[in-house]
């Protein structure tokens, strides 16, 4: 996820809210079964479809590539070994420390042996599988960035094919790094390129609800086919960006929005672990009725998830790790 201290301001207006959609989405994951429902709470059949709704990772990388292209001078003056080791310092070894308290709190039925504790350190626990992802993610294009200057229409090609071959294979890891390596490469190309997008962001913002529609509710899958949810991430991302990029013409960030977007890292690493001892370990849901419940954990989940992670951020342990 890459969060740096000096941002673009649509990067700090964009970043708060994709991730406050990452909060939302997870509070209705329950309902679409990406999460078990072991105390039977009753399901809202509307409520399946917001889990994907709200969750836009798509956006987060193509955020990570358009933030790499703004800083690409600095990036060239490192060399790619120094560039890989402050990545890991910023994005790997945070996701070793976070898993290691996911999986104390969360799934300590996972420390049966060294082998399945250095897995899920490796892979990253729960919903920090991102950072592996983004780290791999960043390297890559770094390593190909030549390439992609040189070549950058075949290089997006290249990197959907490489995609759709992993994706066939289904090697798992090499599944996930590949499935958003065309989100990186598309916002590193898109940087300093961004006034169509601009100019149709709510046009695109449209099509893509659209798309969304039509991909959730075809059950049958008789219109859908495998890389339509795919283009419908590439077109929500562009768009919010190009949103983003319209209120940053209008209005300079406030205070309170820079403060959000400090947080945001932190508050992306505590938010699942929230989430999931509020609807697994305490009775909330026996007092709440289910269409409500969601949206109760969400309202508490979002204030505790940047609160946590700006106390984390007033000490110096967790300004290394997530400053």
Same mark, same amino acid.
């Not at 994709?18 to 309902?31: D, E, R, S, T």
């Given at each position: 996820?890459?969060?740096?201290?000096?941002?673009?301001?649509?990067?700090?207006?964009?970043?708060?809210?994709?991730?406050?959609?990452?909060?939302?989405?997870?509070?209705?994951?329950?309902?679409?079964?990406?999460?078990?429902?072991?105390?039977?709470?009753?399901?809202?059949?509307?409520?399946?479809?917001? #889990?994907?709704?709200?969750?836009?990772?798509?956006?987060? *990388?193509? $955020?990570?590539?358009?933030?790499?292209?703004?800083?690409?001078?600095?990036?060239?003056?490192?060399?790619?070994?120094?560039?890989?080791?402050?990545? !890991?310092?910023?994005?790997?070894?945070?996701?070793?420390?976070?898993?290691?308290?996911?999986?104390?709190?969360?799934?300590?039925?996972?420390?049966?042996?060294?082998?399945?504790?250095? *897995?899920?350190?490796?892979?990253?626990?729960?919903?920090?599988?991102?950072?592996?992802?983004? !780290?791999?993610?960043?390297?890559?294009?770094?390593?190909?960035?030549?390439?992609?200057?040189?070549?950058?229409?075949?290089?997006?090609?290249?990197?959907?094919?490489?995609? $759709?071959?992993?994706? *066939?294979?289904?090697?798992?890891?090499? #599944? $996930?790094?590949?499935?958003? =390596?065309?989100?990186?490469?598309?916002?590193?190309?898109?940087?300093?390129?961004? #006034?169509?997008?601009?100019?149709?962001?709510?046009?695109?913002?449209?099509?893509?609800?659209?798309?969304?529609?039509?991909?959730?509710?075809?059950?049958?899958?008789?219109?859908?086919?495998? =890389?339509?949810?795919? !283009?419908?991430?590439?077109?929500?991302?562009?768009?919010?960006?190009?949103?983003?990029?319209?209120?940053?013409?209008?209005?300079?960030?406030?205070?309170?929005?820079?403060?959000?977007?400090?947080?945001?890292?932190?508050?992306?690493?505590?938010?699942?672990?929230?989430?999931?001892?509020?609807?697994?370990?305490?009775?909330?849901?026996?007092?709440?009725?289910?269409?409500?419940?969601?949206?109760?954990?969400?309202?508490?989940?979002?204030?505790?998830?940047?609160?946590?992670?700006?106390?984390?951020?007033?000490?110096?342990?967790?300004?290394?790790?997530?400053?």
């Amino acid at each position: 996820m890459a969060f740096q201290s000096k941002q673009l301001n649509e990067i700090i207006f964009l970043r708060p809210l994709l991730i406050v959609g990452v909060i939302i989405g997870h509070c209705f994951a329950i309902y679409s079964g990406a999460w078990k429902n072991t105390f039977g709470i009753e399901p809202v059949w509307f409520y399946q479809f917001l #889990n994907p709704f709200f969750i836009h990772l798509g956006a987060f *990388v193509m $955020v990570s590539g358009y933030l790499f292209a703004y800083k690409k001078d600095k990036y060239l003056a490192s060399s790619t070994w120094n560039f890989i080791f402050m990545k !890991f310092k910023r994005i790997y070894f945070p996701c070793f420390i976070f898993s290691i308290l996911y999986i104390v709190i969360l799934q300590p039925e996972l420390l049966v042996d060294v082998k399945t504790v250095i *897995v899920n350190l490796l892979k990253g626990t729960g919903h920090l599988w991102f950072l592996p992802m983004i !780290f791999a993610n960043f390297c890559l294009l770094k390593i190909f960035q030549p390439m992609i200057d040189k070549y950058p229409i075949t290089s997006f090609i290249c990197s959907l094919a490489l995609f $759709v071959v992993v994706s *066939v294979l289904s090697i798992t890891f090499l #599944n $996930v790094v590949f499935h958003y =390596l065309p989100f990186i490469i598309l916002g590193y190309l898109i940087y300093g390129k961004t #006034n169509i997008i601009e100019k149709y962001s709510l046009l695109l913002l449209f099509l893509w609800f659209c798309i969304f529609i039509v991909y959730l509710f075809d059950v049958n899958r008789i219109i859908s086919i495998p =890389l339509i949810g795919t !283009f419908a991430s590439f077109l929500a991302g562009i768009a919010l960006l190009g949103v983003a990029l319209k209120i940053s013409r209008k209005y300079t960030p406030i205070k309170f929005v820079n403060k959000l977007n400090d947080e945001c890292y932190g508050a992306y690493i505590f938010q699942q672990i929230i989430i999931m001892l509020i609807l697994y370990h305490t009775p909330l849901y026996l007092y709440c009725s289910t269409y409500f419940l969601p949206w109760v954990i969400a309202v508490i989940s979002i204030f505790l998830s940047f609160l946590c992670s700006k106390l984390l951020l007033m000490t110096k342990v967790g300004n290394f790790l997530i400053g």
